[in-house]
């Protein structure tokens, strides 16, 4: 018998791992889990019954062109049936993208930090990761990204708002970054968290996408939505993107459960909404008063604060478990918090005040 294992491609050597968001403590007194930027509402009581019923036929397969779902955004969002395709939450449709845009020698830019997705789809792929620096401020470096593009650049992430820092590129300098882009390279604009955005500078990526056939746009309902755990996002772009994407998907991947839940969460779109605003609400609060206690807080745009604690992050992170909140650090550079439920943000609030007073 041969000791030899399988060959597996050299591209996947040292690929990191995707970091779930830790889940909170499961005895002992009450935890929450603010580490992995979910809606924390429960399922609304129309979409678990729909999703109910769905259940009872899922010895079937989904419908694999997703048709419904795919109708209802055409209608809301005014684009052609063409133009959209549906995946396993906007991490797969990401993934669709760089697998249809970038292999080796190709290469693929976003910002850093960003979306921790990023890198590791891009190194599945074969392609080259280009990381350009977030500002000072903690924002995209659109002037430095347009610099980074070569004849080898495929694609390009823009987060917005970006994934961990909650930051925004807004309408003037996006356009003005769109406009330097060689039209052969596709910039995907990843809205996972648009719904949350109260700043009216701040783009639609899908008002850019009309007359821009090198963009796509991102979308999902995982979060404002709170279907996390159902994997369901879409994506929207001209021909011939759109149709990679379909082609790049795999079949059935978006379970019909998943399809009909988010259906139904179109059409409960007021509850939805209040919902998003009372954690929009939480969020000036909780940002208020962090500054309050003396942190500096970039301004917030999506369903979490960012701090950049350096090194004193993995001992924040401690404190804040041991207050009973999990939250995601990301070691030596600074911690994201999720806005929760109002009793977790008050839990957090006082962990940070008292991390606050002993430094
Ligand atoms: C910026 C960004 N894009 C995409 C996703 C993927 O979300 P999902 O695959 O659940 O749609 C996330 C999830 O955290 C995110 O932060």
């Known amino acids: 018998m041969s000791e030899k294992s399988p060959k597996l491609r050299a591209a996947l050597d040292g690929i990191p791992t995707y970091k779930p968001g830790k889940p909170a403590a499961g005895d002992g007194p009450r935890s929450f889990k603010l580490s992995s930027n979910e809606n924390p509402y429960p399922p609304l009581a129309g979409v ?3 999703v109910a019923n769905s259940a009872a036929s899922f010895n079937r397969y989904p419908d694999l062109a997703c048709t419904a779902l795919i109708a209802e955004l055409a209608t809301r969002f005014d684009v052609p049936l063409e133009h959209l395709a549906t995946g396993t939450g906007s991490v797969g449709l990401a993934q669709q993208i760089v697998q249809s845009t970038a292999g080796p020698g190709d290469e693929v830019i976003y910002a850093w930090r960003s979306f921790e997705a990023y890198p590791i789809i891009t190194q599945i792929a074969g392609a080259t990761s280009v990381r350009v620096p977030l500002t000072d401020a903690e924002v995209h470096d659109l ?3 347009a610099d980074a593009i070569t004849d080898r650049t495929r694609l390009i992430f823009v987060c917005n708002p970006n994934n961990p820092t909650s930051t925004v590129v807004r309408r003037a300098e996006l356009e003005r970054f769109l406009d ?17 955005i109260r700043d009216d500078q701040v783009p639609n990526g899908i008002d850019l996408y009309r007359d821009r056939p090198n963009v796509c746009v991102l979308r999902t309902f995982s979060k404002a939505y709170g279907l996390a755990g159902l994997r369901v996002g879409f994506a929207i772009a001209h021909e011939p993107v759109a149709a990679a994407l379909r082609k790049t998907a795999v079949p059935f991947g978006v379970s019909q459960l998943a399809q009909d839940a988010a259906v139904a969460s179109l059409h409960s779109e007021d509850a939805l909404r209040d919902r998003v605003e009372a954690l929009v609400a939480e969020r000036a609060r909780v940002a208020g008063a962090l500054t309050g206690q003396g942190w500096t807080v970039p301004e917030a745009h999506a369903n979490f604060v960012w701090l950049r604690l350096g090194e004193r992050t993995a001992d924040f992170a401690a404190a804040c478990e041991a207050a009973g909140v999990v939250v ?9 918090v999720t806005i929760g439920e109002r009793e977790a943000n008050d839990l957090f609030l006082r962990a940070a005040e008292g991390f606050r007073k002993e430094l």
Do not use: H, K, Q, W
């Open 143 to 145: 002037d430095a990204m």
């Open 180 to 196: 330097r882009v060689p039209s052969d390279v596709l910039v995907v604009l990843d809205e996972a968290y648009i719904e949350f």
């Open 328 to 336: 995601r650090p990301f070691p030596g550079e600074g911690t994201r």
């Open 48 to 50: 678990l019954e729909t």
